[in-house]
């Protein structure tokens, strides 16, 4: 669907599409827009239509299935929730198979399996298009600033080709080999995150039953080697009930440990200490927590302990 308005973009760059236009998506989509290529959005929800007005009224065109998007664009950007949506909008009756040619570049960046890339990329290879993944690591606040990490996988020559495009979006590019390897290394770092984000809150927890000021443990770890990121983003939670700075939901968390899992499990490697972590993931989502963000395994480990919380609910 064209609008009226012209759109205000480069004609010599290449025809961006977006599929997905969620915290992460929707923020990269401007950002594509914002440095004049011309956008086509996959926009099949009353909510993708409003969460994109902006975009629209201003001559972003908008497509209805993954075929006529890809059919209408040079590159094709995938940020969704899992393999599954992946597999289907590349592969699926009405997917990007149907209009791929030589060419075309599909660019994954949610955080899927690594067997589901080599798949989709052999898919789209017997058509001449090539399938990269730029699995991201950062924030939404992160993503409307250009400033995200992209984790890559695939040739070097497309991803040459692809990187002033990448450029819009992040401020770190890291090749991390063939086809999957980008996927591969997210899952190792989505393995690392929320591990210790599960380790804190344990401890957090056993501090509080154990009458320690949590105040001054977090100063502790602060000050130490303990520190991370992960820390960072729960300790406003742990004092002031605000989880905004870790804003990745439980369900999401439990899906990346769930592939991290058989990742690990397809290759023939322990996952003790993965096991524990993904324990304290499903227990949330068993409690029906799995639309809060990730500081409010909390919530659960003073449950177990019998603590009563002193965040702000």
Known sequence: MTTENKPDHHPTLPRVG??????????????????????????????DR?????????????????????????????????????EDIVLGDQGIHRSARPGLAVVD????????????????????????????TGTPSDAETGSINLLLGGDPAPLAALEPL?????????????TGSGHTVKLLHQFVVLSNAAVLTEAFSLARKTGVDTTVLGDVIASGGANSTAFQRLRPYVEEGNDRSFRFSLANALKDMRYHGAMAQAAGANRRISEAALSAYTLANEQGL????????LDVADRENGVASSTTQ
């Open 18 to 47: 977006f599929i997905g236009l969620g915290l992460m998506g929707g923020a990269l989509a401007r950002q594509t827009f914002q440095a004049k290529y011309p956008l086509t959005l996959l926009v099949h929800r009353e909510q």
């Open 50 to 86: 409003v969460a994109m007005a902006d975009l629209l009224a201003q001559g972003a065109q908008t497509a209805q299935t993954p075929a006529e998007l890809a059919a209408q664009s040079d590159v094709v950007v995938i940020c969704v929730t899992g393999a599954p949506q992946v």
């Open 109 to 136: 960046l949610s955080t899927s399996l690594p067997e589901t890339t080599l798949r989709c990329a052999g898919a789209l290879a017997g058509h001449g298009a090539c399938f990269v993944d730029a699995a991201m």
């Open 166 to 178: 990448m450029r819009c979006w992040a401020r770190n590019l890291y090749h991390c080999g063939p």
């Open 290 to 297: 799995g639309d809060a963000f990730v500081p409010h395994l």
